[in-house]
């Protein structure tokens, strides 16, 4: 498997993040707080991590939820997957949002996301009159059907 270097300051009190088994593909993001956060319902807000990250140009770092956070308590990342550009030096922090029907505690020190790393290929337009056309063509937002 292929992997980079990424440099790395935690100002958080919690370990690096890290991959919770081998054939993970994300690594863990821990909550950096001083006390427990309650998220109301439907209600969002932005959590620090205090980890900040310079990464190799032409990578980027990604933002996602974590599954078992989705489904047991209702808490999902909003704005993803969230990129971090090569080029942001800031604090990680990441938006959370409650879409359970109960109040949601997050504990200092949470997995609350995970990051995962991704080499960027950058566009070039290539302006035309015409597009090739396809079987699907126009074709979107549910035009193939449920079943």
């Not at 807000?45 to 990464?55: A, D, N, Q, V, Y």
């Not at 990604?62 to 956070?69: A, D, F, T, V």
Request: aromatic residues 4%; charged residues 20%; hydrophobic residues 35%.
């Amino acid at each position: 498997m292929a992997s980079i270097e990424i440099k790395i300051i935690n100002q958080s009190s919690n370990p690096l993040p890290a991959y919770a088994t081998p054939g993970s593909s994300g690594m863990d993001i821990r909550a950096s707080l001083d006390a427990p956060m309650s998220l109301a319902p439907m209600e969002r807000t932005l959590i620090p991590t205090g980890l900040f990250i310079e990464l190799p140009e032409g990578y980027e770092a990604q933002i996602r939820p974590r599954s078992g956070l989705a489904i047991k308590q209702g808490l999902t990342c909003l704005n993803t997957p969230g990129t971090i550009d090569a080029d942001y030096r800031g604090e990680i922090k990441i938006i959370l949002i409650n879409l359970s029907g109960e109040e949601q505690v997050i504990q200092p020190g949470d997995r609350i996301a995970q990051m995962v790393f991704q080499q960027v290929v950058k566009g070039q337009w290539q302006e035309t009159v015409q597009l090739a056309v396809t079987d699907r063509n126009e074709g979107g937002f549910g035009h193939t059907g449920k079943q």
